[in-house]
């Protein structure tokens, strides 16, 4: 491991500057789901470039369809440093509505809570120019110190996350060689609480159907009930067939690639067993759904769903219509977790369905995405440093957290560049990502930095391939 | 019972004059759902009293909150005559789509088929200014002959009946003793076949209730998916099981009150078990939903149904949004037969919903409406009566029939005014009553007058209090 003690000296040092250098970032309103703000949008590019340029970065901005994205490279201390490829987002969410921040979203502030806390408030502070900051500061403080990197990084920004990221596949596609690495890693989760740090290991996949049911070819009075087939109540009973009684998905094969989870994560996980319950409470509720006899963390992390996101059928505006609709339609997700196939998956939900259509009555699909779980695996080396980095950083030791949702992005990391990417962030709950006043705690910019060069340090002593 | 060849005979004579009034009074522009047509509604109104007048009632055009009634009476032949209510609209349907009509909607005019078929078209010729008229010139010949009517006839025509009747159950409440007779007659429903008179005798009753389920107190990423309750699988859940396999509804208490058709009944429709087949191919449909081994016609006519007619939760925009909604709601209907009682249905579907509400959701309910069925004895005498009278009119016997719909304001001549109904009408299923082109075969126009002085006659013959 490189002498990382004067590192960190110098990130405590640089920690001004390094405030500045986000503040000017902040400022810049880089809104990507508004096309008025794609000349902000290509500002921030053309900022984040230049800075990386400043940094030693062979940095260039790239256009797409959309917004540009930024890559940049930087060879290692040695030959044999290990590669890595960095990912984060420079746009942000829109701030309506604007009258409920209590300052300008793009003018970043730091203001001390009664507590004493520092708080730097902004549009993007936390999601994600702040935490994609402390990646860099780390990189400047090495550099300052050392006059070299660590390891050798790749760097890629993207400006669209926020709108769904339609560039990024392609732009990946395109630029694999240049983007493969030995590791990636990403600075868009948060942390467990305040005090401990976080690595979320797993991204559960993602499979989207929509299915539409056809009866009368037109919609029919309800006196002619219940000769004619309602098509509503073919689909309710298409959805409600969906779960047993013990919450489990009925499909065939369904659980085809899912394993329990490993024992000594489930110990960890029982011990993390706070956070969700507050979710729930959070949400106004108190019961876990799903599939009986699982934790809360498990349902989330480790299990897969069947969700109906959406549906719609006969009349549902004001007052009262006694019409037997002709069609009904649904939009239906899985998450996936595990080896669990996509297509398989949704070839064994049509034939569910296709099953449950009366002979006089016909049935219409729409795929509406598909992608596998994304895991990095527990006994991952990796993983295993980056808890000890962590661990060293923080008031308490690192936890190896799942994540019930998706991110397109390292599934694309995984499955086209084959690498599999280490989550950190340092985020907390209540930041308000996507909320007026978005905030990102000073100690998370602070101790984030100090993070990454931990981070960097031990992996720099890794071999190059990926665990 | 009077002399009727000489009325009839009249009838016949009179067809051309009768033709006449019906034509001016289709001319008038009564569509009661567009408030600019409120001045054409009161019109006809006018007319239709004016008419009364000369036929030698006491008529008076009454207002209400909407479009005015027409009220009118005539003595019997004797203080011993029975005494009859007769119902029928004047307001008609939009006309939309106006460039579907083959001529000006309300310019009625007769026009031969090429199989020599004499037709009536124009908004309104069926349904209902030609079924009304049917009755009211049968009472213009019978004056004409006898210089009295056979029995005491109170008319009521009603402007609103195609938006909903809003009206008609106040003005009944409010005079209910004016409207009150022996028998109440009503001409809006159709033939069995061209060749074939049918009478109505019953009609399902109605339940409506909107239900809405409540998870998470705001919508949630389905990431969180499935540790947060979905409400529209709750809702699935419940609606799904609304029914058992065999079709039935499961709801404790449903089926109180309904019996089982009467065999002589039952070998009747089984004889008419032709109509329903061609409904269902109408609709491009093949296999009878519901109740299995029940015959179609037992259906609609004889059993009651729970039927969703509308439902909706999340996303059902385009494309997909990967949510767990807040809510769901559903709007569900019950038919009613026999002596279903509506409000302990309504209870019980509400006790059966909480008990399918998980503890951390809530649900609330909204009514729409609640009327019981009504059924005219297949043993009164004034059914028996009018179909002999029919039988002797028509090319084939008459049938007695049901109907599936709910005709509220002949719910209210039973719960207010304590009267049954006879449903007597010439309409055909090609009728296109609410569609461009609505016609009425003169032969309806002309058998249909023919066929209200047949059951005057035998209605005269009954005694004065109800079968």
């Not at 990796?382 to 991110?407: D, F, H, Q, Y």
Request: net charge negative.
């Amino acid at each position: 491991m490189s002498d990382i003690a004067p590192v960190l000296a110098r990130v405590d040092e640089n920690l001004s500057s390094s405030l500045e250098k986000l503040f000017a970032l902040l400022r810049i309103k880089s809104i990507s789901t508004d096309p008025a703000y794609a000349g902000e949008c290509r500002q921030a590019a053309g900022f984040l470039a230049d800075y990386l340029g400043e940094l030693g970065f062979e940095a260039s901005v790239r256009d797409t369809e959309g917004n540009p994205m930024v890559v940049a490279h930087h060879p290692g201390a040695t030959a044999q440093a290990p590669h890595v490829l960095f990912y984060g987002h420079y746009d942000v969410q829109p701030v309506d509505p604007i009258e409920l921040w209590t300052s300008d979203p793009f003018e970043p502030a730091i203001r001390k809570t009664e507590n004493g806390t520092e708080i730097i408030f902004g549009r993007g502070a936390s999601d994600d120019k702040g935490q994609l900051m402390t990646f860099v500061e780390s990189l400047r403080s090495y550099k300052e110190i050392h006059g070299e990197m660590p390891v050798a990084v790749t760097i890629l920004f993207e400006g669209e996350e926020e709108s769904g990221s339609p560039s990024a596949r392609p732009f990946i596609i395109a630029n694999k060689q240049e983007l493969t690495a030995d590791y990636a890693l990403v600075c868009d989760t948060g942390m467990w609480d305040p005090e401990t740090p976080s690595i979320c290991a797993s991204l559960r996949g993602l499979v989207g159907e929509e299915v539409t049911v056809t009866g009368a070819d037109r919609d029919v009075h309800s006196g002619d009930g219940s000769l004619v087939v309602n098509p509503v109540h073919v689909l309710c009973d298409i959805l409600a067939g969906l779960h047993d009684e013990s919450g489990a998905v009925t499909l065939p094969g369904f659980y085809e690639g899912v394993s329990e989870t490993r024992e000594d994560v489930r110990r960890i996980w029982d011990e993390l067993s706070q956070m969700p319950a507050n979710l729930l409470a959070e949400y106004g509720l108190s019961i876990p759904a799903g599939e009986k006899d699982r934790t809360s963390l498990e349902l989330i992390w480790a299990r897969p769903t069947a969700e109906v996101n959406g549906i719609a059928g006969g009349y549902a505006g004001a007052g009262f219509k006694t019409v037997i609709a002709s069609k009904a339609t649904a939009k239906v997700s899985f998450r996936l977790v595990g080896d669990q196939d996509p297509e398989k998956i949704r070839d064994s939900f049509r034939a569910y369905v296709r099953s449950k259509i009366p002979a006089d009555c016909s049935v219409e699909f729409a795929r509406h995405g598909g992608a596998p779980a994304t895991q990095l695996p527990y006994d991952s080396p990796l993983l295993a440093r980056a808890k000890a980095a962590l661990s060293e950083e923080w008031p308490k030791p690192a936890v190896v957290t799942g994540g019930g949702g998706s991110i397109p992005i390292v599934g694309d990391f995984q499955s086209i560049l084959g690498m599999d990417a280490l989550m950190v962030g340092f985020g907390l709950d209540d930041d308000r990502a996507h909320s007026p006043n978005e905030k990102y705690n000073l100690i998370s910019f602070h101790k984030g930095i100090r993070s990454w060069v931990r981070i960097l340090a031990t992996i720099a002593d890794m071999p190059k391939s990926g665990a």
